[in-house]
């Protein structure tokens, strides 16, 4: 993978801030994008911008075929059974807040169990709250381990026959964690639960195969993976799908309206009330494209590399605390310099040209459990190299010379 010539390809990564070179390592938050997509968004707003599905001019039928084309892209990038089972969105909180409001309040009762890790972002974790509070149902938690993993005996013993839900993050945000996705749905499985992933720090990552994994439900977002902000997907196994009652009505996903009553399109669109997200799916279409060409292993092996490398750089420097695992993990790396307030690392990181991420994450209860207000973060995409690292760690020895800080 020629790493240089790959960040040719993303015009913003090509400037100076503060005087430095950018270097980008927020990529956790959102990525930055290629020119492919910058284009694909700007040819479709010049050429063939239209309502989808309705219209029956020329515009309205490139736009549809544009829309449900990157719906057939997503389908073979999860390795879906069929474009039925995508539904686009918002992003990973409009999927997950989709299965905990359109299948898990239509499902549990008093007494049945939800169980989750309290590694989740306050997405896959929220809408479980609301939904136990609402069914009676009890929220359970899996145990993290010392180093922020999972055991599966832990697994095995939290889910029983009363769970019917479990939702579990693929990839922490925080600890890079890695969790063993397909293992946790033969366990929820076996005890007849149906299992929803929250794929943000998966998809742009690693490959995913949605049949291979077994899970029931997956979601995440677009602009985490090159595509622009506001377009994301969840994938549903269709006879779930089926059974579920949309939670937006409006335009576009009725069959049919009478005064009193109504019914609704057959899957997908009975979810996508509303004019959708076209010119995001047609970028987030156009994302795949570029990410496929490159190779999702090839990528997943270089962001490993990385963060390698990046734990050994920052593990040199006195007075740093790195969290989560050493081994399997994801292409991020959390930590905090000492005393001085990860906000205040990050401040003074800017004017090195550097972008991370400080605060808690949208982790608070993960916060807790590490027993920190909040935490510095640099996470990795394809376009990153060991140059970045490099700098990366020399601004942080600067850091902690600028606020006079001794072990």
């Not at 790493?3 to 400037?15: D, S, T, W």
């Not at 999927?95 to 007494?111: D, P, W």
């Not at 709250?129 to 095995?156: F, H, N, R």
């Not at 092996?301 to 593990?315: D, G, V």
Request: glycine share 8%; hydrophobic share 40%; with cysteine.
């Amino acid at each position: 993978m020629d790493v240089n010539a790959l960040k040719a390809e993303f015009p913003i990564l090509h400037q100076n801030v503060n005087d430095h070179p950018l270097v980008y390592l927020d990529n956790a938050a959102t990525s930055q994008k290629p020119r492919s997509v910058i284009e694909a968004v700007k040819r479709y707003y010049e050429w063939d911008n239209a309502n989808v599905h309705r219209g029956v001019h020329t515009l309205g039928s490139r736009a549809t075929d544009a829309y449900e084309g990157a719906r057939e892209k997503v389908a073979r990038f999860l390795n879906a059974a069929s474009a039925r089972e995508i539904i686009f969105n918002r992003g990973t909180t409009a999927g997950l807040n989709l299965v905990a409001s359109g299948y898990a309040r239509q499902t549990l009762k008093e007494g049945d169990e939800i169980v989750i890790t309290p590694m989740e972002h306050h997405s896959n974790l929220i809408p479980w709250q609301q939904a136990a509070k609402a069914t009676g149902a009890t929220l359970k938690y899996i145990p993290l381990q010392p180093d922020g993993t999972i055991s599966l005996a832990d697994v095995e013993s939290t889910i029983t026959a009363r769970t019917k839900i479990v939702s579990v993050t693929y990839v922490s945000n925080v600890l890079g964690t890695v969790n063993p996705i397909a293992k946790i749905a033969e366990i929820a499985h076996r005890n007849g639960a149906v299992i929803v992933v929250d794929g943000a720090q998966s998809a742009p990552h690693l490959k995913v195969d949605v049949r291979a994994l077994d899970v029931d439900f997956y979601a995440f977002s677009g602009h985490k993976m090159c595509a622009p902000t506001g377009i994301g997907a969840l994938y549903g196994k269709a006879q779930l799908l089926e059974r579920m009652e949309p939670v937006e009505y409006g335009g576009e996903m009725i069959d049919f309206v009478d005064l009193y009553e109504s019914t609704w399109k057959e899957l997908p669109w009975k979810f996508e009330g509303g004019t959708p997200i076209i010119a995001g799916a047609v970028g987030l279409g156009a994302a795949i494209d570029f990410l496929e060409s490159v190779g999702l292993d090839a990528i997943d092996k270089h962001e490993k590399q990385l963060t390698r490398y990046a734990i050994e750089r920052l593990s040199a420097i006195d007075g740093i605390s790195i969290y989560g695992p050493r081994e399997e993990r994801a292409g991020l790396v959390t930590f905090n310099l000492g005393d001085i307030h990860p906000h205040d690392v990050a401040t003074v990181l800017d004017t090195e040209g550097i972008a991370i991420r400080a605060g808690h994450h949208c982790c608070q209860p993960l916060m807790r459990w590490l027993e920190v207000s909040a935490t510095a973060r640099a996470s990795f995409y394809l376009y990153n190299t060991e140059q970045d690292v490099d700098r990366l760690a020399d601004a942080l020895v600067k850091t902690k010379e600028f606020f006079g800080y001794e072990p």
